[in-house]
């Protein structure tokens, strides 16, 4: 039998699984005071939900499971999908669509939800990205105002600074504004995927690059240069301003209320944040997954570099279950990003409780070792973190054990007094 | 696209979710207070170690998951296990040797462990068994002693008494004392596996049903007879001293140090245990898993009919990954039995939060916005639950359903004062 995880899994360790519970712990206190309450879904679904095209490329990456019984026909079987009838979720946004669609007679309206749990991707394995990781999500169902894009932002925020992050950032930008821009400069209103692909890039390419990519696809000059543009005229201005320089200049290709959202966003959010963070109007940000329809958002800590979560309003999505379509919104914290932060910074979680381990001599009486397990008891009412255990033979090693492990007090049971 | 869980899985609804959460925090919190450390592994195993037969009749209900890519050959695969090469963890012991094997050196001596996650059996699906269910196991490696089944005995009923359960029983026998009367008996050694299925069913079929069995099944008169005879040595006889009466009846046929060991048990348990609850010998006592090789356990609770949890001593597991075996012993709480006897028994968890929901008329002006959300943060600082959410048109149906969710305190925010 095989010892090691499979292939791209991994085992945590107590050390992380204890920096992992409490920044649990943190999440679903911050999240509650929110009024978000938890909810949880299968980590298995359907294979129909699973190739519904709402995961996007993450549908190439699902572990499928196979039929079972009668119902497997290895011999018939031509293809995945009819050996397979279900496979691992890989987000928790398609099941929690799912879930609303099934149980929105017995949920409240708004349906403020908080998910935590494993998702499962059969990704090419590489550093710090495993096949099974967690997310943690917060949305909110039947609400169509910008008091679910404020909330989300203001409750993830309060999270991030509670769990010790300063001077982050969010950059946001709406759906609406992106389609409106690329119609503005002609682009054919089929083909504006392919050209929020090649925007996201900007990061990495340049703007040079960018134009390069787009005219290389097939795109004219003359709409690259007329979409490029539009990009400098927020320059040096930020928030509000920004956004109403980019509406002034689209004029009429920006459908009514889409910069007034944004706007009121800036300044609800700025006046009632509760910790020192941006929020910055990024035109360029687009946000990979193609199911968003209005406001999107990214999280990034400059100092870690990558972002450290990001979501959106997807308005359609519960429509795909329903058929009639449900407003929503969510934002998702990269759980696992996170807890690589703090375990390379070496966190230390605050407020461990007192441990004591009690150490039993070889072959003890049953009078001496009752003796042991009463003062654990007494010890462990006293609310301290309490080890019965027997000695090692070497001792000095086993102390020094004991001690990396934060056991402070060592109490020895002896059967007769040394000498 | 499908609205409903897969087949013999479920959704979990916030007011579950929060006796299911409610629980977890008991059981971390106790069982760490034990000296019990989390961790986890992966739902994903490979597919040999889901076939080692550690897993007994598990095995044949595991979920697997298909190659992917170049690995599967769909034409060429004839089996099952050629289409696969990993599939859905049915329990958390098995996985939980595999951690141990590939990270004793890590780890501390003994290691105690806390588990708690899913687990996945494609069982016929019945009332209340679900597809996907939680585990919440505790398990001490590398101690041979009786230390640790007193120590999982008393952190288990510690757990049980916080959560509110009273008058359990614990169940305990030995596999060793098991083996060494089918042996006394004269049943052949290599068909005693046999013989402890049938006797797991005296609960059912009672010790005429047991001995009709035995003997049908081919094992003679005498051997069934001399068998059944050993279990009323015990009658009217507890604790220990039914384990004597035991071993007296069985003299030779009991490896030496069998019964000691039991009687060390009682008697620590007996003067440690914080709560009240029976400890009882139960020479019946046979528990399904295979791989037990010494002590074993069952609860129940009497008002509740069914077990709530078990355990028992597995000494050679680890060796099937390590080549080398590592004493090690394990209890199981019945997670989803004890959350179901909550649900049905309309349990509140204590201490909740004081929630508050703050009302926002339609079309209110950003000043206002402002305001709610300030109030908002205020009231999140003094450690309430708040919600911000739009009036709805029915005033009446959402003042009604706040209440029901808990919120005592309803803030309404108009533009105007009413009039």
Redesign the interface.
């Known amino acids: 039998?095989?010892?090691?995880?499979?292939n791209g899994?991994?085992?945590?360790?107590?050390t992380e699984?204890?920096i992992r519970?409490y920044v649990i712990g943190l999440v679903?206190e911050t999240y509650?005071?929110?009024?978000f309450?938890?909810?949880?879904?299968?980590?298995?679904?359907?294979i129909?939900?699973l190739s519904?095209k709402?995961g996007g490329e993450n549908e190439k990456l699902v572990?499928?499971?196979?039929k079972?019984g009668e119902k497997?026909k290895?011999e018939n079987?031509?293809?995945?999908n009819e050996?397979?009838?279900?496979g691992?979720r890989y987000d928790l946004t398609m099941p929690l669509a799912?879930?609303y669609?099934?149980?929105q007679a017995?949920?409240?309206?708004?349906f403020?939800a908080l998910q935590i749990g494993?998702v499962?991707r059969?990704d090419r394995p590489q550093k710090g990205r495993f096949?099974?990781f967690y997310q943690c999500d917060i949305d909110i169902l039947g609400?169509a105002?910008n008091?679910c894009e404020?909330?989300l932002i203001?409750a993830t925020t309060?999270l991030l600074r509670k769990i010790g992050f300063k001077g982050f950032e969010i950059r946001i930008n709406d759906r609406r504004l992106l389609r409106a821009m690329a119609g503005y400069a002609g682009f054919p209103e089929d083909r504006v995927d392919e050209v929020f692909i090649t925007l996201d890039k900007m990061d990495k390419i340049g703007i040079g690059g960018v134009r390069e990519e787009l005219v290389s696809s097939g795109f004219s000059e003359e709409s690259a240069d007329r979409y490029l543009a539009l990009f400098s005229v927020c320059e040096g201005k930020t928030g509000t301003d920004a956004v109403l320089a980019v509406r002034d200049a689209l004029k009429d290709a920006l459908p009514e209320g889409v910069s007034e959202n944004l706007s009121?966003i800036f300044?609800?959010v700025g006046?009632?944040k509760?910790c020192d963070f941006e929020l910055v109007f990024d035109p360029t940000l687009v946000r990979g997954m193609g199911y968003y329809t209005g406001p999107i958002f990214e999280i990034s800590v400059p100092e870690f570099g990558s972002s450290v979560g990001g979501g959106g309003r997807y308005d359609e999505m519960v429509g795909?279950?329903?058929g009639q379509n449900v407003p929503a919104c969510g934002f998702s914290i990269g759980f696992e990003r996170i807890i690589s932060i703090l375990v390379d910074q070496g966190y230390r979680v605050p407020g461990s409780?007192a441990?004591t381990?009690i150490l039993?001599e070889k072959n003890l009486s049953?009078e001496k070792?009752?003796e042991a397990?009463?003062r654990?008891?007494e010890l462990?009412?006293e609310?301290?973190?309490?080890?019965?255990?027997?000695m090692?033979k070497n001792r000095r090693f086993q102390k020094e054990?004991?001690a990396a492990?934060g056991y402070q007090e060592i109490i020895d049971i002896y059967e007769r007094p040394l000498e």
Chains 1, 2 share one sequence.
């Open positions: 039998m095989n010892k090691k995880p499979v899994m991994r085992d945590i360790l107590p699984m204890e519970d679903k509650k005071a929110f009024g309450t938890p909810m949880e879904t299968p980590c298995v679904e359907s129909e939900n519904g709402q572990f499928k499971i196979m079972r497997l290895i079987g031509k293809t995945e050996l397979a009838d279900s691992l799912r879930f669609a099934n149980h017995e949920l409240p309206k708004p403020k494993p499962f059969a096949r099974q609400d105002s008091l404020i909330e203001l309060t009121e300044r609800i006046a009632a509760d795909k279950f329903l409780k441990r381990a039993l049953p070792t009752e397990f009463l654990a008891r462990r009412k609310g301290k973190q309490v080890l019965v255990t027997a090692a054990q004991l492990e």
